[in-house]
């Protein structure tokens, strides 16, 4: 009888866990520290991580890292400091503060041979000998930077501290040795309460950086400063040039950076995965400021230390090629700037997800919905929060619709809150400002056939995926759902006036999707019933280009078939910074007229490339459509900063859906035109985003089972270097980086 194959791996694995377990056999506890077994053991992993340490598992969890001591040293070690912990009257177990992890850890790292970077010694170290033992020296200014729970100048004077001060809103905090640092120390240091606690001579947030005290490290002078040398980082040609401040640790570092928005880390670590950091602040093009907006309070220090020592770069266009991310809910206005900060948040690059342009306070009672966003200045991102990426998988291209292809059966729906965040209130709704009382107007259609107008819903992105059209209202900020219904393939209805939308002007959101003025919320079944099957092929056409723009497959996995990450959110960031520079001044909404590179790419296009043939459509073309009214005609605030920031923004309104049907306006039949997806690729495709068995697994290969995925996928098969970091966030920031080996071998796709 011939077997099918999977059935050797799997009922070998099988019979090794009965002997195992039959000898009394215990999971080793390494592996479940790192997920390096079966599904359950993963999830076993995960919880573990959610948890303080005992001090038995701080020292096995070492031993296996990074000491690997002789079984008889190990013990020696282990029963000194049973002692020491017996003398100063503490019971053996858990650490109960961060004094007590830190001794612990200190005790295990300063008994470990690390190795120095290439030319330190202690006497060209710039912060003292003391320094490297506790903290991290800045080579280049001479400050020696301290985890949470040391202080001095030196970092050896301990304070009482608890890690829970500095954890903001979902940040998670536990005393762990490796709390997801900043690229992993790129194994130049260990991580200690998510502060990189470099070896000696290495230094940066991330231990990137040393210093070429001999010279002739790729051609440069004695003393200059190195990113990741003897690694071969090379610098990207196309740039643009990314310099990283690195303030000490508690400026931004003592508190939690991940929360529920991870975008100020994952550009920390992709600007260098992609070839773009530089050293050297003089040949810079932008300057990165890193740390989390929404939470922080050491913004302050922050600009006085920029001032102290870098003062001359932030004059050199008054902080205008400066850059920030501010992922919270209202983006420069969530937080009250002291008088010392204002000035130079007002002149910096913010990338948020809050795009308000005209100040709305007093018509939605509310302060923080006043002009947020500056157009031509700021950058409107994509919202990067992991709860969305599980919905992703249902999109209509992803490559498991050819086993499961999803039927649109709605044309148009909405699942939410109403009247506020986690709110089971109906309308009428107490506050005015929630969603701009757009929820509220939608919630009147419940019962119209064809909508689904729904509080929760066991699964959105399926529901949004068997939608035609998904309203993508705000919520009290910004909203998530106009990207999660772009990139599950629905087309996204707009109805927020003066709310700039993610990558605006680059993406015209009403050739994808439809933007309806406020005031035209009434007549939302009338505008949506009368687009006829030719306008929504169309805009399908355009949709599957923009939910590309707008993903981050690099970062979390391929969502699409063929997908190359070439296009993806991080690479048209890049691109915008790249086309900015390339042309100071020109309004953004002019970029892609002169600049016909950036225009391709927009249009997911190689450039000076065209797209692979397609079918003939021999469909009688409709008669041309009047052309669609521009925003500013509607909107009931004339003459705003949009007029002049977005003069192509168009919304759909009755009486354009009245102009294009003769007079009357109802549901069309669908003639079922599907979407060109053969853009011409060049790159490697990405492996596929996986949530179910929190793996990437490559989409072409063959069909095997959830069971034997399981089984048998081990790390090193197309999956990210420590792929089962708690929230779900891939250090290195790219899923093309190897799973093993340095961040330089990523590929560039941009």
Same mark, same amino acid.
């Given at each position: ?42 999830? @076993? ?8 340490? $005992? ?20 013990? +020696? ?110 194994? !130049?240091? $260990? ?7 470099? /070896? ?20 440069? %002078? ?15 040609? !196309?740039?643009? !040039? ?27 670590? @992709? ?10 602040? %003089? ?22 230390? =920029? ?101 649109? $059966? ?19 709704? @107490?506050?005015?400002? /929630? ?58 209805? =707009? ?5 700039? +939308? ?134 009931? =605030? +004339? ?14 309104? %009755?009486?354009? =859906? ?10 069309? #039949? ?6 060109? !997806?053969?853009?011409?690729? @060049? ?37 990210? #270097? ?17 799973? $093993? ?5 990523? %590929?560039?796709?941009?």
């Amino acid at each position: 009888m011939k077997l099918p194959l999977l059935w050797w791996p799997q009922n070998i694995i099988l019979l090794m866990a009965f002997l195992m377990n039959a000898q009394g056999f215990k999971h080793d506890l390494f592996e479940e520290l790192w997920g390096l077994g079966k599904s359950e053991i993963r999830w @076993r992993s995960r919880q573990l991580l959610t948890r303080d340490l $005992t001090m038995d598992e701080l020292f096995g969890y070492w031993q296996k890292m990074y000491g690997r001591w002789p079984s008889e040293t190990f013990g +020696q070690y282990q029963a000194e400091y049973r002692r020491r912990v017996a003398d100063a009257g503490r019971s053996w177990g858990t650490p109960k503060t961060d004094e007590e992890f830190l001794d612990i850890y200190y005790f295990l790292r300063n008994r470990t041979q690390v190795p120095n970077a290439l030319g330190w010694t202690p006497e060209r170290d710039k912060c003292g000998p003391v320094c490297h033992l506790y903290g991290t020296c800045n080579q280049e200014l001479g400050i020696c930077g301290c985890p949470r729970g040391r202080m001095g100048p030196d970092c050896a004077t301990t304070v009482p501290t608890s890690c829970r001060e500095f954890c903001q809103h979902d940040g998670l905090c536990y005393r762990m040795i490796r709390e997801w640092c900043i690229n992993e120390c790129n194994d !130049r240091g $260990t991580c200690v309460g998510g502060v990189c606690h470099c /070896y000696p001579g290495y230094f940066g947030a991330d231990c990137s950086l040393s210093i070429d005290y001999d010279g002739g490290q790729g051609g440069r %002078a004695p003393g200059a400063t190195v990113l990741l040398a003897g690694l071969g980082y090379t610098d990207n040609p !196309r740039g643009p !040039r990314i310099y990283m401040y690195e303030f000490p640790p508690e400026m931004h570092l003592w508190s939690h950076l991940w929360l529920d928005r991870p975008l100020n880390v994952i550009l920390w670590e @992709r600007f260098m995965s992609l070839g773009l950091r530089e050293v050297d602040p %003089a040949k810079a093009d932008y300057f990165f400021i890193p740390g989390c907006g929404r939470g922080c309070n050491k913004w302050d220090k922050k600009f006085e230390f =920029i001032l102290e020592h870098y003062g001359q770069y932030w004059k050199r266009n008054h902080g205008r090629d400066h850059v920030m991310t501010h992922a919270g809910d209202w983006g420069r206005c969530e937080r009250s700037w002291t008088d010392f900060s204002s000035p130079f948040i007002l002149n910096m690059t913010v990338l948020q997800h809050w795009g308000i342009t005209v100040d709305r306070s007093t018509e939605m009672s509310h302060s923080l919905f006043n002009s947020c966003y500056i157009p031509n200045q700021d950058i409107l991102v994509p919202p990067m929060c992991g709860d969305m990426y599980p919905q992703f998988e249902y999109n209509i291209w992803h490559p498991n619709r050819k086993h499961s292809p999803i039927n649109k $059966t709605i044309l148009a729906s909405v699942t939410g809150s109403i009247c506020g965040w986690n709110s089971v209130e109906e309308p009428p709704c @107490r506050n005015r400002f /929630y969603s701009l009382g757009v929820r509220a107007a939608l919630w009147q259609l419940r019962s119209t056939p064809g909508f689904h107008i729904a509080k929760r819903v066991p699964n959105i992105g399926l529901s949004m995926a068997e939608s035609e059209f998904c309203f993508s209202p705000t919520g009290a900020g910004y909203g998530k759902r106009n990207v999660i219904s772009t990139t599950v393939g629905c087309m996204p209805v =707009i109805i927020s006036d003066h709310v700039t +939308q993610p990558y605006e002007p680059f993406l015209n959101w009403n050739e994808f999707g439809v933007w309806i003025p406020e005031s035209d919320v009434a007549d939302t079944e009338v505008i949506l019933k009368g687009l006829n099957p030719q306008i929504k092929k169309a805009k399908m056409e355009k949709l599957y280009c923009a939910a590309r723009h707008l993903a981050f497959t690099t970062v979390y996995g391929g969502l699409f078939e063929g997908d190359t990450g070439e296009f993806d959110a991080i690479a048209t960031l890049v691109h915008i910074l790249r086309t900015r520079k390339r042309h100071p001044g020109v309004p953004d909404h002019k970029l892609m007229e002169i600049d016909s590179e950036f225009a391709d790419f927009m249009a997911c296009k190689h450039h000076n490339s065209t797209s692979a043939a397609t079918d003939i459509d021999d469909t009688p073309a409709p008669p041309p459509a009047p052309p669609l009214p521009l925003a500013g005609i509607t909107n009931k =605030i +004339q003459n705003t900063i949009d007029d002049e920031a977005y003069p192509e923004r168009t919304v759909t309104t %009755a009486q354009w =859906i009245r102009a294009l049907t003769g007079g009357h306006a109802g549901p069309a #039949k669908d003639d079922g035109g599907g979407v060109d !997806r053969q853009a011409t690729t @060049r790159a490697s495709q990405l492996c596929l985003f996986n949530s179910k068995v929190v793996l990437y697994t490559p989409y072409d290969g063959p069909d095997i089972s959830e069971r034997a995925i399981n089984e048998n996928m081990r790390p090193g098969q197309c999956m990210p #270097k420590d792929g089962y970091r708690l929230p779900g966030f891939p250090p290195g920031g790219s899923i093309t980086c190897p799973p $093993t080996g340095p961040i330089t071998k990523c %590929a560039w796709n941009v």
